[in-house]
């Protein structure tokens, strides 16, 4: 319902003559956060910055694809009676191994990231704390 309601109001906006997209002002606004007012950027720093953002995920899309065929084939593996106990322990180390690997590169990519764009550096763990931990969403 969100979806239909969202698709709705883009249309009827630009429909209108409302540009849902910020990309006319001199300043994009990024984020609020209390006492910090406001954040905005330009939206050549905003489209560099989403650009590497881009690049990076593509370069790591194999090894989460590869991450992703592996967590489905080890909840497969798990249903299956003939599977073999050390098949099972080594593809979660495999798992492991890469997903570790993963974190590691995401993590040094934001870092390089945000020391390039530090006014896109919203919060104290830099925006890193995602990559560092291992919490980033499915599909990222």
């Known amino acids: 319902m969100k979806r239909i309601i969202a698709a709705v109001w883009l249309l009827a906006s630009t429909a209108w003559g409302f540009s849902p997209i910020y990309a006319e002002t001199p300043g994009i606004p990024v984020a609020t ?21 881009s690049a990076f995920y593509s370069e790591s899309a194999s090894l989460r694809h590869n991450i992703r ?3 489905h084939l080890f909840a497969n593996l798990l249903t299956d009676p003939d599977t073999d106990k050390d098949e099972i322990l080594a593809l979660q180390r495999e798992i492991q191994r890469q997903n570790n690997e993963l974190q590691a590169r995401e993590l040094s990519f934001r870092w390089d990231l945000h020391s390039r764009f530090p006014e896109l550096t919203t919060d104290k763990y830099r925006s890193c704390l995602g990559a560092a931990t291992g919490t980033r969403g499915a599909g990222r």
């Not at 209390?34 to 650009?51: E, F, I, R």
């Open 33 to 53: 956060y209390g006492d910090q007012g406001g954040l905005t950027v330009s939206a050549k720093t905003l489209d560099a910055y989403h650009n590497e953002m």
């Open 69 to 71: 065929e592996k967590i």
